[in-house]
T-cell receptor, first 114, second 113 residues
Framework: NAGVTQTPKFRILKIGQSMTLQCAQD?????MYWYRQDPGMGLKLIYYSVGAGITDKGEVPNGYNVSRSTTEDFPLRLELAAPSQTSVYFCASSYSQGASEKLFFGSGTQLSVL | DAKTTQPPSMDCAEGRAANLPCNHSTISGNEYVYWYRQIHSQGPQYIIHGLKNNETNEMASLIITEDRKSSTLILPHATLRDTAVYYC??????????????FGTGTRLTIIP
């Protein structure tokens, strides 16, 4: 099992450009999450999904969109990139929502918007 | 409204036990205590969790005080690869789901050779 795979690992965008951060998991997990981590800070939840076709906002959803057409994939879309979106983005998954279920994280995408 | 309090940084000598404290004085009876760690530039990694009893796995031990207001994560024989930021998180009813996991700034543990 590869676990949670994120691509790309690094990306530089110009202000106003758009891009999609890819996330895939091969563990048949129902739940998937997108976090961002600014330098020296903790992680903040952007969006999450409890299954294919179902998504919901997290703490900081503005400027982002997500979709979940399959169990395996959970892409994050930035439509009009802004410098405030410079961050490291982590995707995670878990089998269920329960408090005893642990999260599995990808290795992250480092995004710079200039 | 922080639910946990951790020291911002700690050092530990290689080979010694690393004891990371966490205060969670407002924890309720159905909330779990979770520990994750984040090694530089990587995604967080689950370590251990517990409700009331002490827990041990291949990575660490979790000691929860009887009143559940604080806990200690113990890495029994720290190695250089244990250098990381360690997050203590409480989670449970009514906000039960993993989407409610909140990663603060944690404790930066440095293992000294």
């Amino acid at each position: 099992n590869a676990g949670v795979t994120q691509t790309p690992k690094f990306r530089i965008l110009k202000i106003g450009q758009s891009m999609t951060l890819q996330c895939a998991q091969d563990m048949n997990h129902n739940y998937m999450y997108w976090y961002r981590q600014d330098p020296g800070m903790g992680l903040k939840l952007i969006y999450y999904s409890v299954g294919a076709g179902i998504t919901d906002k997290g703490e900081v959803p503005n400027g982002y969109n997500v979709s979940r057409s399959t169990t395996e994939d959970f892409p994050l879309r930035l439509e009009l990139a802004a410098p405030s979106q410079t961050s490291v983005y982590f995707c995670a998954s878990s089998y269920s929502q329960g408090a005893s279920e642990k999260l599995f994280f990808g290795s992250g995408t480092q995004l710079s918007v200039l | 409204d922080a639910k946990t309090t951790q020291p911002p940084s700690m050092d530990c000598a290689e080979g010694r036990a690393a004891n990371l404290p966490c205060n969670h004085s407002t924890i309720s009876g159905n909330e779990y205590v979770y520990w994750y760690r984040q090694i530089h530039s990587q995604g967080p990694q689950y370590i251990i969790h517990g409700l009331k009893n002490n827990e041990t796995n291949e990575m660490a031990s979790l000691i929860i005080t009887e009143d559940r207001k604080s806990s200690t994560l113990i890495l029994p024989h720290a190695t250089l690869r244990d250098t990381a930021v360690y997050y203590c998180i409480v989670l449970g009813l009514p906000n039960f789901g993993n989407e409610k996991l909140t990663f603060g700034t944690g404790t930066r543990l440095t293992i000294i050779p």
